[in-house]
């Protein structure tokens, strides 16, 4: 794997899954215009299809597809290319979207309605290894860490593997400081921030013993 | 090194506690030692006795045949038939000039019974007294001599002492004279020696009852119902009649004569069911032993057997019951130091004390007077016993008192935690339906009005046409990120719904070019309880009316938001900030808000109870927001 920060925009390959038209023009066309190679699909089908053509960098989707539902998606390519990153399109950056997202292996979203520049230095941190987390979503995942906050709503999601330190950083993240801030709080460098965010989104991630079993198979199928 | 240190220390602590055992033992046995002391010169304190001229003199004894001179008091020996009394006979002067003042015969002391003749004639038969043919009670008697008797100068008076043994017969000094001389004695006497053992007596039959009481109410309390049964035993014993010579119930007889052997056993079976609350079973039944033989030997054996059996049997088994029961209270006092323990410990030297000391009298180790204290000490015993019931019983009062008072304050608590649990779980209830609402209305706006408003978005960025309608669509999907952002139970920290509101203002901003500076100042915001979800919208809808001020009216470079608690009149309260650096805007005259805008932002403040102001010039616009203490529970402001 080469390092990130030598691929040029042309270099990233990104597979997009939007069933609205108008909004995957918008999406598409903001990316294209970065200068991204950019793949389109509309249907969980036709996204399978061009994965088995050609597996991305960056894995940008909606979850609602008229085939299926996304989260199956990123399930999938979590499990069979572990380098390529994910991101959850959500018209609306509710948690109950973006945290199932998580869950499966997304890491942080994309809202439909960002500006372009938005959508393409979105796609260009996370290539550059800047996993970003919203504030929102930051608080959500914070507050289900509290043993207080019953009974559970939402999507499911098993904060037990973050460390005080990880929390300590969502807390700041939630209340709104700045990765500086946090890191100046925390008596930390501002730039083992993202690392921790990355560390965070990896533990959210659920992981069954299934789904250990069908990596480890796969791993050993390459080998031979 | 922490192991050698901690070794020690650890040893050290039994060794110390043995120490205080030990001292604490030394103690107890001193206190016993003086108390014996004490008891052993009360008892050689000699009792008040008539003025010697009064005593009748040059006695002589005619005993089975054979006389002598004697000078009482005087022993005979113990024998088996009671129609052979020992007949001792005196002289006294008696002047005619006497005459008119009533003249006694006072007999202090006498086992067993005496027939007293004055000039031939009886005055006095002290059998028909049953309380002075016990032995054990130092019972007197005074005899008014008939004034006809008496005679000018000597007199003679005649004392026939039956004896019906197992001790030797006793006959103490014979007082004869004026009556008002002798009766102040013979009272004191039976003072000391008969009206206060029937007293204690009737005092052993009142605990005898409370104790039955006691233990019929608590079955498991063996050792109340055997305390009964001894002070029952005890209370029967004062009462019936001794028998004198052929009793019609030998049996009852035996009994009554047992009747001391088994009560103090039936005692020491309370002090090892009270004080170690175990009952050894092989052991136990062994301490009866002494008295259910002397009942055995009363139902088949001779009168003169039983009497001996009383002193082979009857007083070793009192003395042995005396010593366990000083040791088993003795250990109990120095384990649990109540004051049972120790007034009983006390009682049982004291009851020791006495009947060795009138052991030693009977077996002329010590001058013999035959005064026997064992029964009259014994009632130290039921003073103890009573106390330490008492005792008992106010423990455990208090005890009961401490433990309703703790279970009232224990129901209070659970109360209380009942009430707050109970409210805890109504706002957890009012949390989750707003929750699965919030779920239910983001699912329903996320699938359809989200999507839609995305879709005009796009829609109208396909040609420059549209720009303001893809602004309006933009404007109505934040607003509605605002909704069901405000909605998210935030636990009243505003700061969490204003870090989301700056992740949206932040994108607002950036095509527009403005920075967003914002600035927390540790610790931020204080948390608010009473922070509802539409003071929330209320807060962030002025924040985005001053940012959309400054981006579309004062073509700001720069947005500043500054959130801090200060100090105000009224104590710490929130302030958010928000400065822009463009052209500024001119308040009119009168000094209110030159726009709907600006009217808006003020009511809205207006309704959380939040101070807003307005500063505006050249440099840029300032908006203040002062948060209140406590937000307004109902929305009274509404129009």
């Known amino acids: ?224 | 090194m922490t192991d050698g240190a901690v070794k020690p220390a650890a040893t050290a602590a039994p060794a110390l506690r043995g120490r205080g055992t030990a001292s604490r033992l030394v103690q107890y046995i001193l206190l016993q030692v003086l108390i014996a002391i004490v008891c052993i010169v009360l008892l050689r304190l000699p009792l008040p006795r008539p003025p010697d001229q009064l005593a009748v003199g040059g006695f002589s004894v005619a005993d089975r045949g054979e006389s002598r001179q004697v000078a009482l008091p005087d022993f005979v020996p113990s024998r088996l038939s009671m129609s052979e009394p020992a007949i001792f006979t005196g002289h006294f002067a008696w002047s005619a000039r006497e005459n008119g003042r009533a003249w006694s015969v006072y007999l202090p002391r006498f086992t067993n019974g005496v027939v007293v003749l004055v000039n031939g004639v009886e005055i006095l038969d002290s059998r028909r007294d049953p309380a002075a043919n016990r032995a054990d009670r130092a019972t007197p008697e005074i005899g008014l001599i008939p004034a006809s008797l008496l005679r000018d100068g000597d007199n003679e008076v005649s004392v026939q002492l039956f004896v019906w043994g197992p001790i030797p017969g006793f006959l103490d000094k014979v007082y004869a004279g004026p009556d008002e001389s002798l009766r102040s004695y013979y009272e004191w006497r039976t003072l000391l020696f008969v009206t206060l053992p029937i007293m204690f007596s009737a005092w052993q039959g009142m605990l005898a009852v409370i104790l039955f009481v006691m233990w019929a109410v608590r079955r498991g309390e063996a050792a109340y119902g055997v305390l009964a049964v001894a002070m029952a035993l005890g209370a029967m014993q004062a009462f019936l009649p001794t028998a004198i010579d052929q009793p019609t119930f030998p049996e009852l007889s035996a009994t009554l004569l047992a009747s001391a052997p088994l009560e103090s056993a039936c005692v020491l079976a309370f002090g090892i069911l009270f004080f170690t609350r175990k009952w050894p079973r092989l052991l136990g039944p062994l301490i009866f032993l002494p008295g259910l033989t002397m009942v055995l030997i009363g139902m088949f054996g001779d009168p003169y057997a039983v009497r001996q059996s009383f002193l082979v049997l009857g007083i070793p088994a009192l003395a042995v019951h005396l010593l366990i029961m000083g040791i088993i209270v003795a250990w109990s006092e120095m384990r649990k130091q109540d004051a049972p323990s120790l007034l009983l410990g006390c009682a049982v030297t004291i009851v020791l004390t006495t009947l060795t000391h009138d052991m030693a009298q009977v077996a002329g180790l010590i001058p013999d007077h035959r005064i026997f204290y064992t029964r009259i000490s014994y009632s130290a015993m039921l003073v103890a016993i009573g106390v330490g019931l008492t005792w008992r019983f106010a423990q455990a009062l208090n005890r009961v008192d401490g433990f309703a008072a703790h279970l009232a304050i224990q129901l209070r608590e659970a109360e209380e935690k009942l009430k707050a649990s109970f409210a805890r779980e109504q706002e957890r209830e009012r949390a989750a339906a707003l929750a699965r609402e919030r779920a239910r209305l983001m699912r329903d706006l996320h699938d359809g009005l989200g999507g839609q408003l995305v879709s005009i978005v796009a829609l109208s960025e396909r040609n420059t046409a549209g720009a303001g309608i893809g602004d309006a669509a933009r404007a109505a999907l934040k607003d509605l990120r605002l909704v069901i952002d405000s909605m998210d139970d935030i636990g009243g920290d505003l700061m969490l719904a204003l870090a989301s509101w700056r992740d949206r203002a932040a994108a607002q901003l950036r095509p527009h070019e403005i920075a967003l500076d914002w600035h927390a100042v540790p610790p931020g915001l204080p948390v608010y309880p009473s922070l509802r979800p539409w003071h929330v919208i209320q807060i962030i809808r002025i924040l985005d009316e001053a940012v959309t001020n400054a981006v579309k009216h004062a073509s700001a470079r720069r947005i500043g938001v500054s959130i801090e608690t200060v100090k105000a009149t009224s104590g710490e309260c929130g302030c958010i900030t928000v400065t822009d650096d463009g052209e500024g805007f001119v308040p009119d005259g009168t000094g209110k808000p030159s726009s709907r805008g600006l009217r808006n932002m003020k009511n809205r403040a207006a309704r959380c109870g939040a101070e807003l102001e307005l500063s505006s010039g050249s440099g840029g616009t300032t908006v203040r927001l002062q948060l209140p203490r406590r937000f307004p529970e109902g929305d009274a402001t509404a129009s």
């Open chain 1, 1 to 224: 794997m080469t390092s990130p920060q030598e691929l040029s925009a042309q270099e990233i390959t990104i597979l997009l899954v939007e069933d609205d038209p108008p909004t995957l023009w918008r999406l598409q066309d903001a990316l294209v215009k970065a200068g991204f190679d950019v793949a389109a699909a509309a249907t969980l089908g036709e996204a399978r299809a061009s994965l088995a053509s050609r597996v991305p960098r960056v894995l940008l989707t909606d979850l609602q597809l008229p085939d299926g539902h996304g989260v199956d998606l990123i399930r999938e390519v979590r499990q069979r290319h572990p380098d390529t990153e994910i991101m959850v399109i959500s018209a609306l950056g509710d948690e109950e979207t973006v945290i199932s997202a998580i869950t499966v292996g997304a890491t942080g979203y994309i809202l439909k309605d960002a500006f372009p520049s938005d959508i393409a230095a979105t796609v260009r941190d996370l290539v550059a290894g800047h996993s970003p987390i919203s504030a929102s979503i930051a608080r959500f995942i914070v507050r289900r860490t509290q043993a207080s906050v019953e009974p559970p709503r939402g999507p499911e999601i098993d904060t037990a593997r973050l460390t005080p330190r990880e929390i300590d950083i969502l807390w700041g993240i939630a209340k709104g400081f700045s990765y500086a801030e946090i890191a100046t709080n925390l008596g930390m460098s501002r730039q083992t921030v993202p690392g921790h965010i990355k560390s965070i989104y990896r533990k959210l991630e659920v992981h069954t013993r299934g789904e250990a079993v069908f990596e480890a198979v796969q791993q050993g199928l390459i080998k031979l």
